[in-house]
T-cell receptor, first 114, second 118 residues
């Protein structure tokens, strides 16, 4: 079965703190893709990153970094030195070649307080 | 980059009326488009997958007679909510995928349409 779990429903941090958003996925497919999206209050999804199942290299983009570990089926997202503008709902999603569908996690609402 | 638009961005209608939402791929041809529904503070749930020129495939629990999907061209898919009721109030998001075959191809999401049924 294809499933994405984001156990943290809401996180509050103070500005400049680091924060990690967890994502655990399930799939029987060997070929799959993992994503993170940001959804600000406007509602429009903002693409952050895509990773395929054959590339376990971690990635850093500015204050954002992602840790992909197949051994634990996790694809965690860390924001370093958080800012108020980072406040949003963040979704982890999975696409598999078997189902050919995007499955979204339930999202984590991040509140960064000034 | 690839852009997907949705129109209208927001719509308010009376119960019992039908509402049409358009999803357009502006600078690429979309062989497949997806429609999602998102209730407040919930995740995106896939409603249906539409391929150009063929009938849409609906997810379990989605009423095909209530949510009519037409993908008549490679750049346009429409979702019509027929006889809308207050419980249909939601945020509807479409996405469009370029290319064909079962290989992964990039999907691009529209900005969403907020439907409120009074």
């Amino acid at each position: 079965a294809q499933k994405v779990t984001q156990a943290q429903t809401e996180i509050s941090v103070v500005e400049k703190e680091d924060v990690t958003l967890d994502c655990v996925y399930e799939t029987r497919d060997t070929t799959y893709y993992l994503f993170w999206y940001k959804q600000p209050p406007s509602g429009e999804l903002v693409f952050l990153i895509r990773r395929n199942s054959f590339d376990e290299q971690n990635e850093i983009s500015g204050r954002y970094s992602w840790n992909f570990q197949k051994s634990t089926s996790s694809f965690n997202f860390t924001i370093t030195a958080s800012q108020v503008v980072d406040s949003a709902v963040y979704f982890c999603a999975q696409f598999t070649s078997g189902t050919y569908k995007y499955i979204f996690g339930t999202g984590t609402r991040l509140k960064v307080l000034a | 980059g690839a852009v997907v638009s949705q129109h209208p961005s927001r719509v308010i209608c009376k119960s019992g009326t039908s509402v049409k939402i358009e999803c357009r791929s502006l600078d690429f041809q979309a062989t497949t488009m997806f429609w999602y529904r998102q209730f407040p503070k919930q995740s995106l749930m896939l409603m249906a997958t539409s391929n150009e020129g063929s009938k849409a495939t609906y997810e379990q629990g989605v009423e095909k007679d209530k949510f009519l999907i037409n993908h008549a061209s490679l750049t346009l898919s429409t979702l019509t909510v027929t006889s809308a009721h207050p419980e249909d109030s939601s945020f509807y998001i479409c996405s469009a995928r370029a290319g064909g075959g079962r290989q992964y191809n990039e999907q691009f999401f529209g900005p969403g349409t907020r439907l409120t049924v009074l």
